[in-house]
């Protein structure tokens, strides 16, 4: 299992991203999926999660209300929609697997004036 995140960049504050993470040529409808961050110099930071049927979703607290998961089973991606970005969300975020342990390679977010 592989996983690819991509839509990252640089962004002003308030600004949006959306981030994709697909599964190519594998499916994971059964499973549930996690987004991470991790910045310069910090630990890694879980962003959101969000249960195989996306039916329920939990996000970290610096992140609720602004953020929000979701996905599409039916082609194997999994979404972060991240809206009023701060210069503190500058990261790089990945996606995991928690059932396989895998991670993607991550895509970079800068948010600055």
């Known amino acids: 299992v592989q996983l690819a995140e991509s839509g990252g960049g640089s962004v002003q504050p308030g600004g949006s991203l959306r981030l994709p993470c697909v599964a190519p040529?594998?499916?994971?409808?059964?499973?549930?999926m996690r987004w991470y961050r991790q910045a310069a110099g910090k630990e890694r930071e879980l962003v959101a999660f969000i249960s195989s049927g996306g039916g329920s979703t939990n996000y970290g607290d610096s992140v609720k209300g602004r953020f929000t998961i979701s996905r599409d089973n039916g082609k194997n991606t999994v979404y972060l929609q991240m809206n009023s970005l701060k210069p503190e969300d500058t990261a790089v975020y990945l996606c995991y697997l928690l059932a396989y342990n895998v991670w993607g390679q991550g895509t970079q977010v800068t948010v600055s004036s």
């Open positions: 040529g594998s499916t994971f409808s059964g499973y549930a």
